[in-house]
């Protein structure tokens, strides 16, 4: 069974983060979508269960896809699920820069290949922390957000 992860805090899980998914699951039998559990260094972030509950009911249709709470390395949990790949997305060359560097430390300590993604180029400026920005100022994020399909 092939089997891919995608990582993040998703706080929220953006139209971007939905994009990613999507275009994942075709490659894989089973995709984990990991999601950090509760932050100390982010207190008003939402509960784990709370985010992975949103994305559960996003996705209730899909099989294939399994929502799950993580903390530690990426390349640990895509062990423990018995991962061979970790998905990531990228829509910067800085984005680029930092996940090259980690997946080949995931590939050299953990055996873990990465998957890179290119962003959807009208999605590329859709980030959580964009969408948390504007919604802190009052700005209705609808749109960047994935409505069941």
């Keep these: 069974m092939k089997t891919g992860i995608f990582v993040g805090s998703f706080n929220p899980f953006t139209i971007g983060?939905?994009?990613?998914?999507?275009?994942a699951l075709p490659l894989f039998d089973r995709l984990v979508i990991g999601v950090v559990?509760?932050?100390v260094h982010k207190p008003d972030m939402p509960s784990a269960e709370s985010r992975m509950q949103a994305i559960r009911d996003l996705y209730s249709d899909e099989a294939r896809i399994e929502v799950k709470q993580y903390g530690g390395l990426a390349m640990d949990f895509a062990k423990q699920e018995g991962a061979q790949y970790i998905?990531?997305?990228v829509r910067t060359v800085g984005d680029f820069e930092y996940e090259q560097w980690q997946a080949d430390f995931n590939r050299r300590l953990g055996g873990i290949e990465t998957?890179?993604?290119y962003t959807e180029p009208e999605l590329a400026s859709v980030s959580s922390s964009a969408v948390r920005e504007l919604a802190h100022f009052g700005v209705d994020v609808?749109?960047?957000l994935p409505k069941r399909k």
């Excluded at 983060?17 to 275009?23: E, G, K, L, M």
């Design 87 to 89: 998905v990531k997305g």
């Design 37 to 39: 559990g509760d932050n």
């Design 17 to 23: 983060h939905d994009s990613i998914v999507r275009r």
């Design 142 to 144: 609808t749109d960047f």
């Design 115 to 117: 998957i890179l993604l």
